[in-house]
């Protein structure tokens, strides 16, 4: 199975800083990546699909790009509410595999 | 707009059969995938099997052998059953869907639910 990595594991930052969190695939994914955040308790929650497509709903902040078997997730400024745990994910083919997730905590 | 919600026992003892079920509303079964996650307290997120409503299942290997995913088309639910379970299987589990014949983004999960394995 292709595997997924993700840097940093976690880091601290202050609202209003810009947030960059890498994913790695161990093979090349085209642009088959999604992007979750997963706040504490709750289910994951798709932000970003075709490694850069924004889902429905999500605020502009969040942005993606990549492909191959790099990624990146860029928060340009970041929120209160932007406090979670952010997971990459392949999505070429079974089965899906997730990053170890980076969680972004308060400075 | 679609919501999912899983429900089934909390506790189940070691060697004894893992039962959830996901209850699918504000939307139709068909035309999409089934599936469950799992997620072990503190770490991260492995996909277990998905279910088509027409019955068409598919497994992750690492649990195939343990695994079914049942469908009820009727009451718009689909089901987990996981056999043989230890304490490597207390996870919270969830239950998301995604379209067919589209790369693998899940839109739309239940809350989750917490199954602890313990005598």
């Known amino acids: 199975d292709i595997q997924m990595t993700q840097s940093p594991s976690s880091v601290s930052a202050s609202v209003g800083d810009r947030v960059t969190i890498t994913c790695r695939a161990s093979?090349?994914?085209?642009?088959?990546l999604a992007w979750y955040q997963q706040m504490p308790g709750k289910a994951p929650k798709l932000l970003i699909y075709?490694?850069?497509s924004l889902q429905t709903g999500v605020p502009s902040r969040f942005s993606g790009s990549g492909s191959g078997t790099d990624f990146t997730l860029t928060i340009s400024s970041l929120q209160p509410e932007d406090f979670a745990t952010y997971y990459c994910?392949?999505?070429?083919?079974?089965?899906?595999?997730f990053g170890p997730g980076t969680k972004v905590e308060i400075k | 707009q679609v919501q999912l919600q899983e429900s089934g026992p909390g506790l189940v003892k070691p060697s004894e059969t893992l039962s959830l079920t996901c209850s699918v509303s504000?939307?139709?079964?068909?035309?999409?995938?089934w599936n469950w996650f799992r997620q072990p307290p503190g770490k991260g997120l492995e996909w277990i099997g998905y279910?088509?409503?027409?019955?068409?299942?598919k497994y992750n290997s690492s649990l195939q052998s343990r695994v079914t995913i049942s469908v009820d088309m009727s009451n718009s639910q689909f089901s987990l059953n996981l056999n043989s379970v230890t304490a490597a299987d207390t996870a919270v589990y969830y239950c998301?869907?995604?379209?067919?014949?589209?790369?693998?983004?899940?839109?739309?999960w239940g809350r989750g639910t917490l199954v602890t394995v313990s005598s």
């Open positions: 998301a869907r995604h379209v067919v014949y589209t790369p693998l983004y899940f839109d739309f």
């Open positions: 504000g939307g139709s079964i068909s035309n999409y995938f």
């Open positions: 279910i088509y409503y027409s019955g068409t299942t």
């Open positions: 093979q090349g994914i085209s642009s088959w």
């Open positions: 075709a490694a850069s």
């Open positions: 994910q392949r999505a070429n083919s079974f089965p899906p595999t």
